[in-house]
């Protein structure tokens, strides 16, 4: 079992995160070259069953990684799809745990 409270995800392409920049008293053109992602937690799932599917990735990855929306939109596609992809494998087990307690 993980002990980890958050994953490291060291960026492809350093990005400034003006928002976040100031939320955490940083100069707002302050780039970043790794996010902390938080463990994805029951209450995201809940959360994530009463959103539009379309709305779901954007809001967790803002959700694990303290980015506001607009600060989510400035990631490089190829640092989103490695944030995807750890989002992805926290759901993985959970997935894999409904379909067994389904019987399928």
Request: aromatic fraction near 6%; charged fraction near 25%; proline fraction near 3%.
């Amino acid at each position: 079992m993980l002990d980890k409270q958050t994953v490291t995800l060291n960026l492809t392409v350093p990005t400034v995160f003006p928002k976040h920049n100031v939320k955490q008293g940083l100069p707002v053109d302050h780039v970043t070259t790794s996010l902390e992602v938080a463990r994805l937690k029951h209450k995201h799932f809940r959360k994530m069953q009463t959103m539009a599917e379309e709305q779901q990735i954007h809001y967790i990855m803002s959700e694990l990684t303290g980015l506001s929306s607009d600060d989510v939109d400035e990631l490089d596609a190829e640092d989103s799809a490695a944030l995807s992809e750890i989002i992805f494998g926290f759901m993985k087990r959970y997935a894999d745990i409904s379909r067994k307690l389904a019987g399928d």
